[in-house]
Each structure stands twice: as C-alpha cells, then as structure tokens.
C-alpha cells in the first residue's frame, strides 16, 4: 500500500509551463513553430533522399552527412510535436515516461551529434592533409566505426543521465519551466539532493564535450595550416570551400549549444533560456541541409540535374 502511493506519486504526469505569457503572440508562435518543424523535416529528407539516390555522393562526408540529417529529425521530433500539442489544446501535461522519452532523445541526439562532427572533422582533415591515402584510411570499415561510435556512445551516456534522473524523487513540483523536458528544468525542480548526480552529469558533460572539441580543434589546426601552405590562392579557396559547410554548422551548433548550456543557472534567466532553446530547437537542425545544399557545389549540381542520379 504504502509502496503503491510513492509509485502513485512517482509517475504522476508532469506539466510544461512556457511561453504562459505570451497569450497574444499564440498563433505567431504556433504557426513558426509548425513552419520550422515542416521546414527541418522536409529539408533534411531531401537531404537524405539524395544521398541515398546519387551514386556520386556516395562519399563518407554524405554519409555523414546523411546521418546528421537522420539525427536533427529525430531530435525535432521529439519535441516540437509536444510543443505544438500544448500550444493548440492548451494541455500542459505530459506524462512521466513521455516527459522521460523526450529527455532520452534529446540528449542521445546531441551528444551524438557532437561526436558526429568531430568524425566528419576527421574526415575532412584526411581529405585535406592526406589526399592520396584518403580511400585507404577512409574504407567502409572505418566509416562505419566513426558513424556508429558516436550514436552508440550518444544513447548510452544519455540513457546514464535518464536513469539517474528518473531516480530523483520531484515531491509537489511538478512544474517544468520549459517546453520540453530539458535536463536543467528538470534539476531544477527535483527536491532530491542532486549534488552527486550534477557532478556525474557535469563530468560526463565536459569530458565528453572536452573530446570532440579537441578532436574538431585539431582537425581544423592541421586543416588551416595545411592550406596556408599552398601557394596558389585559386587552388588555396577551392579545398578551403570543401570544408566550409562543416565549419559553418560547426560553429552554429557550438555557439548555440554553449549558450544554451553553459549559461549560469539563475532563476531570472530560465525566460532568455527558453528562447534561446527555442532558437536551438527550431532552427539549428532545419540550417543544417539549408548550409549543405546551398554553399555546396556537389549537392546543388545533383539537385540541378537530375538525370546523374539514376
Ligand atoms: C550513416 O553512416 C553509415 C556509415 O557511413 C552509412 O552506411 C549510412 O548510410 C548512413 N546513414 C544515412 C541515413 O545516410
């Protein structure tokens, strides 16, 4: 019986309270909001689609590439059609284990992601630094490893943070001062002591964010000093702009990602938070084949003429 009421207690639904003032501004947000989801899916499809389609991208960059797109649908996904649910009906409930799935796919996709650029930097630096073994180092075998690693360790470390977070007791607050639930809003209301698991969660957080930054640094420190190297300033532009759509979603996931996360945790700031995560949410994952198909030669004379990809 007693054992029956804290399970009773424990899995009672949560509830997503955001934008609660922002009544008027409803049908702007809603209609973004859906105009973005629709946007991100759809691009990142044909991205997809494309890769899939045309021999000639049958490269380990569009592999990547490819997954990246697979991952920023995921990750809108598992949010923005909650969002969009409690903008329109007006119900901020979600139950526990849904509020735990999102958490789940959240964070598995961007660790994940994370790890993803850095294969993609490791790539590039091969193709850049070392052209002539490029098809050597990077056989299927070697593919595969660095699009599997990330996912693998993307799910795992997140399903440790699930698992330690789902086993912190929320007492009376079940309030999320989110739209989602995001990690730190849900910190924020446990009434456990959290001090061990933030130093769990901020450990893992840095070392893992540690080794995909030095490995994207390094990548690029190589990648720079190699074409500051070559001598004729045509040839100089052309393997730079091999790499400057990774670099630009490089730079836009890592800014957006910092300021999200790296932001202090003060109460008056969890307003600024949300839209800033909004901003992350919505618009980043729809960027990503927007920079890929427009800055990129390859993909756009794919898309402008058709018949190679039979
Ligand atoms: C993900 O990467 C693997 C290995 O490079 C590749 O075989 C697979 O097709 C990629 N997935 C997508 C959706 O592109």
Redesign the pocket.
């Known amino acids: 019986m007693y054992i029956n009421l804290i399970n009773a207690s424990f899995y009672e639904d949560f509830h997503l309270l955001a934008f609660s003032g922002l009544q008027n501004a409803s049908y702007v947000l809603i209609l973004s909001i859906l105009l973005m989801y629709l946007l991100c899916m759809f691009g990142n499809l044909i991205i997809?689609v494309v890769?899939?389609m045309a021999p000639r991208l049958h490269t380990?960059m569009?592999?990547?590439?490819?997954?990246l797109?697979?991952l920023d649908m995921g990750y809108v996904s598992a949010i923005l059609p909650k969002l969009l649910d409690y903008q329109i009906t007006g119900k901020t409930n979600i139950s526990f284990t849904s509020c735990f799935a999102q958490l789940f796919l959240s964070v598995a996709c961007i660790n994940t992601e994370f790890l993803l650029l850095s294969s993609m930097a490791f790539d590039r630096y091969v193709a850049i630094c070392v052209p002539l073994k490029y098809s050597i180092i990077m056989n299927?075998r070697a593919?595969?490893i660095?699009?599997?690693t990330p996912w693998t360790i993307g799910a795992l470390n997140s399903l440790l943070y699930v698992y330690l977070i789902s086993h912190l007791s929320f007492c009376d607050s079940k309030h999320i001062i989110h739209f989602y639930c995001d990690m730190k809003a849900l910190l924020r209301i446990s009434c456990s002591n959290i001090k061990h698991v933030n130093i769990v969660i901020l450990t893992e957080g840095y070392t893992l964010g540690f080794i995909a930054f030095s490995m994207i640094l390094t990548s690029y420190v190589f990648i720079i000093s190699a074409i500051l190297r070559i001598k004729t300033s045509a040839r100089r532009l052309k393997i730079f702009s091999s790499c400057v759509s990774h670099l630009t979603v490089v730079l836009l996931f890592c800014c957006s990602s910092l300021s999200v996360y790296m932001s202090p945790d003060s109460k008056s700031s969890t307003e600024v938070d949300m839209m800033l995560s909004l901003l992350y949410v919505a618009v980043v994952p729809a960027l990503n084949p927007l920079v890929y198909t427009l800055r990129n030669k390859e993909v756009l004379d794919v898309l402008r003429t058709p018949r190679v990809i039979s």
């Open positions: 997809i890769v899939w380990p569009y592999f990547f590439l490819g997954n797109s697979t299927k593919c595969i660095l699009s599997l």
